[in-house]
């Protein structure tokens, strides 16, 4: 392989190549479908060529023998933005089927990027906080939880934008969120407004957990990318981690600021009230659409998408088991979105992602580090810690932690299993 002098002009199908490649990674695109995307692009352009992704770059080599020149793609992780990928798969298909010339769509991927926020700064935050909202309701909170909830969800929204304008902002909205959520919930706990304070901070985070990175990370580690996989799902440990710390503070300086908090169980969905579930289960998926920057009209096969695939989850779980009710809800929404992308020849992931949050085990696993963290109220037999009622909590805990797993494996069987029956025909 020969070097490349600096001089050398790039061509412009290689230039549009490597763009796409550093946009679809940024934009939250998993490397089992990227690479199959810039494979099948490359051929309709002609060009020799094979590619390398990570969730923090991409290599690219293009010709072969003497004549192969390879080159590093950095990219800096950016938010998931499925309407700019939507924005992005329609230049790639012009390109590809000869509509536009490479050089034009060089230039259409760029006015995409650089173009403005698809909803304003209210609107965003409104569905940050629709979204916490929604999921203390599905959790079981009474009113106080789900106002709380809501205030701190677009709080987290409102941290998230100004910590993106600092370079040394970042890594820290995960620990300075949950730090604020877990010490606003204590407080007002303490003030006789919320009935859990644990369920309040656990709502007001949910669009911060990494739920969706690990299951994301399990199918790329299926579908044997394992690089990307293992950085995923390591990236995945560490912001549950950084959350889990950010709790465990607030609650050490809530704990000298007012008297020890006993604490309760999490609720669960059994014990929500049904105008609140159904509340949730209306407006989430159209909070998630537009964090995700859907456009508006694909609004309807998201909600219907999420609708079914959150069905298909609670009965399964019900009618059977609760490890087979997740499998369910991701076969379904593997499903209807590999449907969508036959027929309306737009990227399954439009759909995909945002059913598959309804389902992901974020929650599961902060419910699970947390027990570790629950000390009030407990004593010491035979080296393990017990509650009032003589329940082990590093048992509860470890279940957890195990059943995080369980749904995690179960998601991306469901997810795999729907390729299968209705194999796609979009890479995206």
């Known amino acids: 392989m020969s070097p490349v002098h600096p001089t050398t002009p790039l061509p412009p199908e290689h230039a549009f190549l490597l763009r796409v490649s550093s946009l679809l990674n940024a934009y939250g695109t998993p490397a089992h479908r990227l690479e199959r995307e810039l494979l099948a692009l490359a051929k309709s352009l002609h060009v020799t060529a094979a590619f390398h992704s990570t969730p923090t770059g991409v290599i690219a080599s293009f010709g072969s023998g003497d004549d192969e020149r390879v080159h590093l793609v950095r990219v800096e992780p950016g938010e998931i933005d499925l309407g700019r990928l939507l924005d992005f798969d329609e230049v790639i298909e012009a ?5 536009m010339t490479v050089t034009h769509g060089l230039d259409l991927i760029e006015a995409v990027e650089q173009g403005a926020p698809r909803y304003p700064f209210v609107v965003v935050a409104l569905a940050f906080a629709t979204a916490s909202a929604g999921a203390a309701a599905l959790f079981g909170g009474h009113a106080g939880e789900i106002l709380v909830s809501a205030l701190l ?25 949950a730090f604020v959520a877990a ?18 901070t656990l709502a007001s985070l949910i669009v911060l957990f990494p739920g969706l990175t690990m299951t994301l990370a399990l199918v790329e580690l299926s579908t044997g990318h394992l690089v990307s996989g293992v950085a995923r799902l390591a990236r995945a440990g560490a912001i549950f981690l950084t959350i889990i710390l950010g709790v465990a503070l607030a609650w050490g300086v809530g704990a000298n600021l007012w008297p020890p908090d006993e604490g309760q169980p999490l609720a669960t969905i059994a014990n929500a009230h049904p105008y609140f579930g159904w509340f949730a289960i209306a407006c989430t998926p159209v909070a998630f659409a537009i964090i995700f920057a859907i456009r508006k009209r694909e609004w309807p096969a998201v909600l219907v998408t999420g609708w079914v695939g959150f069905a298909a989850a609670t009965h399964g779980a019900a009618a059977l088991d609760d490890r087979i009710g997740p499998f369910l809800g991701a076969l379904t929404i593997g499903i209807a979105s590999n449907i969508y992308a036959r027929f309306r020849h737009k990227p399954a992931l439009v759909l995909q992602i945002p059913g598959i949050l309804f389902l992901v085990p974020g929650s599961l696993g902060y419910s699970a580090l947390t027990e570790f963290l629950v000390n009030t109220s407990a004593t010491a037999v035979d080296g393990a810690i017990v509650d009032g009622s003589g329940v082990v909590l590093q048992v509860k805990a470890i279940e957890k932690v195990f059943m995080t797993g369980i749904v995690a494996a179960s998601l991306v069987g469901g997810l795999l299993a729907a390729n299968l029956v209705l194999p796609p025909r979009r890479e995206l």
């Open 95 to 99: 390109v590809r089927t000869g509509q």
């Open 153 to 177: 969800g677009s709080l987290m929204f409102v941290l998230a934008r100004v910590l993106r304008k600092h370079k040394s902002g970042a890594g820290t909205l995960e620990p300075l969120g």
């Open 183 to 200: 010490f606003v919930s204590f407080a007002c706990a303490q003030q006789g407004w919320l009935d859990d304070h644990r369920l309040a």
